[in-house]
C-alpha cells in the first residue's frame, strides 16, 4: 500500500471519527485507535499517540460552535477538568507499565460502553432541584431552547467530580477523550441535560487528551506522519457534527451506525488482546 493511498484511508476513517465523535460526546479516539490498529496494523501505543491528537482537534473543533450558540456550560468544565487532567496525567505514566494485550481487552470494554451510551435514551426533564455545592461554585447555568432560555441546576457535585477523575485515569491509559464516561456523570450522576453535557463533555475531552499527550510526546509515540491525517479529519468531521447537533435535537440513526460499527470493533479488539495478537 502506497503512502498517499494509506494517507486517504485515513482522513476518511477520522473524518467519520470525528463526525460520530462530535455528534455523540464520546470523541473520536474511539474509532480511530480500532481503525489504525486492526485495520492498518500500527503499533497501538503509537496508535493511541495519534489519537490523543485526534481527540484535542475533535475538542477544538466542535466546542467553539457549541460555545458561541451558549450551550456549553464553561464553567462546571472548567471545573470538572481539574479533575480529568490530573487523572490523565496518572494514566498516561502508568499506560507504559501495562501489557499492550490487557490494554486492547479494556479498550474493548471501554468501546462497548460507549456503544451503550450513544443508544440509550436522553432524559428530556431538566431538573431545578438546588444544590448548595452548585451554587456557592457557581455552577447551575441555562442554554437557549426552542421557546427561549432554559435554566438548569447541577447535582451530586462530588460524585460527578470523583467520576470525572476516573475518566481521566482511563483516557491517560487508552489514548481516547473517555467521553462515555464524562457524560455519565454528566447526565447521570449530575443531572445536566443531555446537550449540556455533550457539549461541555466536547469542550474537556481536548484538556483531558493534552495533559496525556504531553507523556506521549516525551516518550516518542507520536508521530507527525500518522497524527496529521488524523487530524485533520477528525477535525473536519468534528465541525460538520456540530453543526448538525446544533440544529437538531435527534440524530438517532448516526448513533445506530456509531453503536454497530463501535461493538463490531470493540469485539475486536478483544479477541485479539485476549489472544495476544495484537
Not at 481487552?105 to 440509550?120: D, E, H, K, W
Amino acid at each position: 500500500m502506497s503512502v498517499t493511498v494509506l494517507t486517504l484511508i485515513i482522513l476518511v476513517g477520522s473524518y467519520l471519527a470525528g463526525l460520530l465523535g462530535s455528534l455523540t460526546g464520546l470523541g473520536g479516539g474511539v474509532v480511530i485507535i480500532p481503525l489504525l490498529t486492526i485495520l492498518l496494523g500500527v503499533d497501538i501505543q503509537y496508535a493511541i499517540g495519534a489519537s490523543l491528537i485526534s481527540v484535542i482537534a475533535t475538542s477544538s473543533g466542535s466546542a467553539a460552535a457549541y460555545v458561541k450558540e451558549g450551550i456549553t456550560n464553561i464553567r462546571l468544565g472548567m471545573f470538572l477538568e481539574i479533575a480529568t487532567t490530573a487523572g490523565a496525567m496518572v494514566g498516561a505514566l502508568i499506560a507504559v507499565y501495562i501489557p499492550t494485550n490487557f490494554i486492547a481487552v479494556l479498550f474493548g470494554v471501554i468501546l462497548i460502553l460507549s456503544a451503550v451510551m450513544s443508544l440509550r435514551k436522553k432524559s428530556q426533564q431538566i431538573h431545578q432541584q438546588r444544590s448548595v455545592l452548585a451554587e456557592k461554585l457557581k455552577l447551575n447555568g441555562s442554554f437557549p431552547g426552542p421557546i427561549g432560555e432554559v435554566t438548569y441546576s447541577v447535582r451530586n457535585v462530588g460524585g460527578g467530580f470523583f467520576m470525572m477523575l476516573f475518566a481521566g485515569v482511563i483516557s491517560g491509559l487508552l489514548g481516547i477523550g473517555s467521553g462515555a464516561l464524562k457524560v455519565l456523570a454528566m447526565d447521570g450522576i449530575m443531572r445536566i441535560p443531555f446537550k449540556v453535557s455533550t457539549t461541555t463533555s466536547n469542550f474537556m475531552i481536548g484538556v483531558t487528551a493534552a495533559a496525556s499527550a504531553v507523556v506521549y510526546l516525551q516518550r516518542g509515540y507520536i508521530d507527525p506522519g500518522l497524527s496529521m491525517p488524523v487530524a485533520i479529519g477528525v477535525l473536519l468531521g468534528a465541525l460538520s457534527g456540530s453543526k448538525i447537533l446544533v440544529h437538531t435535537s435527534s440524530s438517532g440513526w448516526l448513533r445506530v451506525v456509531f453503536a454497530v460499527v463501535v461493538t463490531f470493533l470493540a469485539s475486536q479488539m478483544i479477541y485479539k488482546g485476549i489472544t495476544g495478537t495484537i
